[in-house]
């Protein structure tokens, strides 16, 4: 990094991810992406519906980008004497289940703040709590009708799941908690609208696979920074 020069960065959920600044580290050094600043948040705790992670992550609005936009990255840029782009495309979003819808949800509510998305076995179901009446299914609708219904907008996307990965993990029974399923419909509907994406399906492998990861993680970010310059190397 340069310093005083606006890098491109990358918002992960759930707190310090060790494999992405490891892959990051290695995949700078070959420049097969650009210099860039990695941000890790933690989230408020427990987990679906009625938990503060929940409310965070599975809301389907703006508001998760807006508090990181308005909130984290200014005491990133004060902190850690950087200076993060305005640019969206040089702005990523990731996550792993419900940190991985968490960051489709930002990028799709503010295109005009991320374009790049990378997700894990992301909880693409009906887990928004409280209940919206503007998205009841919560984020199970973005393949029963958002995408579909809605304009193109500017992003790429990542997404992977797991032949084992989670079903109805809850008492709800209402046959939108197929992450598989949801996953698989995801691909389907980026493929009618024309996204640019790529679909991973992992065989024996499970909800956020740590192998699956270690294996397709330096790939999914050189596909996801497909298109943004890459610094030519000093002398």
């Given at each position: 990094?340069?310093?005083?020069?606006?890098?491109?960065?990358?918002?992960?959920?759930?707190?310090?991810?060790?494999?992405?600044?490891?892959?990051?580290?290695?995949?700078?050094?070959?420049?097969?992406?650009?210099?860039?600043?990695?941000?890790?948040?933690?989230?408020?705790?427990?987990?679906?519906?009625?938990?503060?992670?929940?409310?965070?992550?599975?809301?389907?609005?703006?508001?998760?980008?807006?508090?990181?936009?308005?909130?984290?990255?200014?005491?990133?840029?004060?902190?850690?004497?950087?200076?993060?782009?305005?640019?969206?495309?040089?702005?990523?979003?990731?996550?792993?289940?419900?940190?991985?819808?968490?960051?489709?949800?930002?990028?799709?509510?503010?295109?005009?703040?991320?374009?790049?998305?990378?997700?894990?076995?992301?909880?693409?179901?009906?887990?928004?709590?409280?209940?919206?009446?503007?998205?009841?299914?919560?984020?199970?609708?973005?393949?029963?009708n958002i995408i579909a219904?809605?304009?193109?907008?500017?992003?790429?996307?990542?997404?992977?799941?797991?032949?084992?990965?989670?079903?109805?993990?809850?008492?709800?029974?209402?046959?939108?908690?197929?992450?598989?399923?949801?996953?698989?419909?995801?691909?389907?509907?980026?493929?009618?609208?024309?996204?640019?994406?790529?679909?991973?399906?992992?065989?024996?492998?499970?909800?956020?696979?740590?192998?699956?990861?270690?294996?397709?993680?330096?790939?999914?970010?050189?596909?996801?920074?497909?298109g943004y310059p890459i610094?030519?190397?000093?002398?």
């Amino acid at each position: 990094y340069v310093p005083g020069t606006a890098a491109p960065f990358i918002v992960g959920a759930d707190g310090p991810d060790q494999k992405l600044f490891t892959a990051l580290d290695n995949l700078i050094a070959q420049r097969r992406v650009p210099v860039m600043i990695a941000i890790s948040i933690g989230n408020g705790s427990g987990d679906a519906q009625g938990s503060q992670r929940g409310l965070e992550y599975d809301t389907m609005s703006g508001l998760y980008a807006e508090f990181v936009e308005k909130e984290v990255l200014p005491l990133v840029e004060k902190h850690c004497q950087v200076k993060l782009t305005k640019d969206p495309a040089g702005r990523a979003t990731m996550g792993c289940s419900s940190g991985g819808s968490c960051a489709l949800i930002m990028a799709w509510y503010r295109p005009d703040l991320y374009h790049r998305v990378l997700t894990y076995s992301g909880t693409y179901v009906n887990q928004q709590w409280p209940p919206n009446a503007e998205t009841p299914h919560g984020a199970w609708g973005f393949h029963e009708n958002i995408i579909a219904s809605s304009p193109v907008k500017p992003l790429r996307l990542w997404l992977e799941v797991s032949d084992k990965d989670l079903f109805n993990a809850n008492i709800m029974r209402d046959d939108m908690h197929d992450w598989v399923v949801a996953n698989e419909r995801m691909a389907k509907v980026l493929a009618e609208k024309g996204y640019h994406y790529q679909f991973v399906f992992a065989r024996n492998a499970v909800h956020c696979d740590g192998g699956v990861k270690d294996q397709t993680l330096p790939e999914a970010l050189e596909y996801v920074w497909q298109g943004y310059p890459i610094a030519e190397a000093k002398p």
